[in-house]
C-alpha cells in the first residue's frame, strides 16, 4: 500500500496557528477531494528561480515542480504576460500575428512530420482531443496505456489514468506493465513492452474492440521514471501501427527540453508519434497547452467537426509561451538540463553505493527517479522510507515527493534553471537526510 506524502486531518500538532487557519478555510471551501502535500502543509507566498519562500521568509530549494521549467516567476515571462495583458487579449476567431509567431515556434521545435499545432488550457484537454482524433481518423476505441498511467481529469482521460483507482478505467481502456529495466535487467525492454502491447491489442480484439491508440507518458512519470534505454519504445509503436492505432506521446511531462539531450521525450526513442500533447511547462505556470499532429491526421478530423476553445492559443497565452520559447533557447535551458542532471545523477550514484536503501538511481536529464528497496536482491519497494526521506528533506528545506504505483520512487525533478551549486545544495540535504533515516546523527 502507497504511503502518500499529503496532510491528515488532525495527523499532526506540529502545524502553526495561521496553516491551521488557513487549512480550515481551505476544507471549509474547497471540499474534500483535494490534498496537500506533507503531513505539516506549506504555505509558499513568493517564488524565484529555483527557490520558493513561505510565509516566513524561509527558502526551500524546489526539486519538485516542473511547470517553471524556466524558473519560477522568470522576469522575461512575466514582462511578456504583462505587456501582452495590457495591449490586448482575444480569442483564435480573428486573425493575430502572435498565436501564428507562436504555433510557429513551437512546430520549428518538431521534426517536419509534425507540422500543425491545436491550442488547449490544459494536459487533460490535450490528451481528450488527442482521443478524438485517434478515435475519428481510425474508427477505433480501444486505448493502452501503461499500469500506473496519468493522463489527467477529463472524463475520457481520467478512465485512461489507472492512478487513479482501477474502478475508474473505461471497458476500452487496457493497461499493460511499464517497461521497467531495473526489474527485468537481463531482458530486452523494448521487446517486453511490444509483446505487452500485442497482447492487449489481441485482447481487444477478442472483445471486439478496434484499437484507436497507444497513449504513453514518453518518460513514465507516474509509473516510475522509466527513461533508459533510449529507443525501447519503438517497437511498441509499431505494433500498434500494425494494428492500425495511433501513437499518442503525451509529453506533459518530459517535454521542452527537461531531459536535457532533446527537446522532447519521444525524439530520445528516435520516433516521430502521430499526436504529441503538451502541457505543464509550456507557459511557466500560465495555463497553455496543446497537441501537435501529423497534418492529414487533422484534415481527416477538420472535415468531421470544428473546434473552439475560448481560453486556449490567446493573445496572452500565446505571448508567454513564446516568452517561454526564448528564454529555453537564450539561457542554454535543455543544455543544462543535460549537463546539470548528469552531475546530480552522478552524485546520487555516489549515494546509493554508500546506501543500500538506493536500488537504482535513473533517468533523463533533470527528471530523475531514485527507487528504494529494503533490499538489493528482492527489490521489495521501501514505501514507509520513501515517505520519511521526502518528510527528511523537507526539514532540511527540499522538495521532492514520491512516486510510482509503491510510492518508493523519490521524483527529482527541478526548474531546468537548476544550477550545480542547487545540485550540491541537494545532494548533501539527501546524505544527511540518509544518515538520520538510517539511525544516525
Ligand atoms: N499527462 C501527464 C503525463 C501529466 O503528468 C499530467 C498532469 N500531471 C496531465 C497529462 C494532465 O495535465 P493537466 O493537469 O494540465 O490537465
Not at 488532525?10 to 502553526?16: A, K, M, R, T, V
Not at 480550515?24 to 529555483?50: D, M, N, Q, S, T
Not at 513514465?220 to 501501427?241: H, K, M, N, T
Request: charged share 20%; glycine share 10%.
Amino acid at each position: 500500500m502507497a504511503v502518500l506524502n499529503q496532510y491528515y486531518t488532525g495527523d499532526s500538532d506540529q502545524i502553526g496557528a495561521a496553516e491551521k487557519a488557513l487549512i480550515e478555510r481551505r476544507e471549509a471551501l474547497l471540499g474534500p477531494a483535494y490534498r496537500l502535500f506533507y503531513a505539516e502543509p506549506i504555505h509558499f507566498v513568493r517564488g524565484e528561480g529555483a527557490w520558493l519562500f513561505d510565509a516566513d521568509g524561509v527558502a526551500y530549494l524546489d526539486a519538485y515542480n516542473n511547470v517553471p521549467c524556466v524558473g519560477h516567476c522568470h522576469p522575461r515571462v512575466v514582462e511578456a504576460l504583462s505587456r501582452q495583458a495590457a495591449r490586448l487579449n482575444t480569442h483564435t476567431r480573428y486573425l493575430d500575428e502572435t498565436v501564428l509567431a507562436y504555433a510557429e515556434r513551437l512546430i520549428g521545435t518538431f521534426p517536419p512530420e509534425l507540422a500543425n499545432v491545436m491550442f488547449t488550457c490544459t494536459g487533460s484537454e490535450a490528451n481528450d482531443l488527442a482521443l478524438r482524433v485517434a478515435r475519428a481518423v481510425t474508427g477505433g476505441k480501444g486505448v493502452i496505456v501503461t499500469a500506473n498511467a496519468y493522463h489527467g481529469v477529463s472524463s475520457a482521460v481520467a478512465e485512461c489514468s489507472p492512478s487513479l483507482g482501477e474502478h475508474i478505467l473505461g471497458d476500452h481502456v487496457r493497461t499493460i506493465a511499464a517497461p521497467d529495466a531495473y526489474c527485468n535487467p537481463n531482458e530486452d525492454t523494448g521487446a517486453i513492452f511490444a509483446r505487452a502491447v500485442d497482447s492487449a491489442l489481441a485482447e481487444m480484439k477478442a472483445s471486439g474492440i478496434a484499437p484507436a491508440a497507444l497513449l504513453v507518458d514518453t518518460i513514465f512519470a507516474s509509473d516510475g521514471i522509466f527513461a533508459e534505454p533510449a529507443g525501447f519504445l519503438g517497437p511498441a509503436v509499431d505494433a500498434v501501427r500494425k494494428a492500425g492505432g495511433l501513437f499518442i506521446a503525451d509529453e506533459v511531462q518530459p517535454g521542452f527540453g527537461r531531459t536535457g539531450s532533446h527537446m522532447w521525450g519521444f525524439e530520445r526513442h528516435g520516433l516521430v508519434p502521430d499526436l504529441v500533447t503538451l502541457g505543464k511547462p509550456m507557459g511557466n505556470g500560465h495555463p497553455v497547452a496543446g497537441m501537435v499532429a501529423r497534418p492529414e491526421l487533422l484534415a481527416e478530423f477538420g472535415k468531421r467537426t470544428r473546434y473552439f476553445n475560448t481560453f486556449s492559443g490567446n493573445t496572452v497565452s500565446s505571448a508567454v509561451g513564446l516568452a517561454v520559447l526564448d528564454v529555453i533557447r537564450d539561457e542554454n535551458i535543455r543544455e543544462n538540463a543535460g549537463t546539470t542532471g548528469a552531475y546530480l545523477m552522478a552524485g546520487l550514484r555516489n549515494l546509493a553505493a554508500a546506501h543500500p536503501l538506493i536500488g537504482d538511481v535513473r533517468g533523463a536529464g533533470l527528471y530523475i527517479g531514485v527507487e528504494l528497496v529494503l533490499d538489493a536482491a528482492s527489490k521489495q519497494p521501501a514505501s514507509d522510507e520513501a515517505a520519511a526521506l521526502v518528510a527528511a528533506m523537507k526539514q532540511r528545506r527540499v522538495l521532492i515527493s514520491p512516486a510510482g504505483p509503491n510510492a518508493n520512487v523519490l521524483k527529482i525533478r527541478p526548474p531546468l534553471v537548476f544550477s550545480k551549486d542547487n545540485a550540491d545544495t541537494f545532494l548533501a540535504a539527501m546524505g544527511e537526510a540518509l544518515v538520520e533515516l538510517e539511525g544516525g546523527s
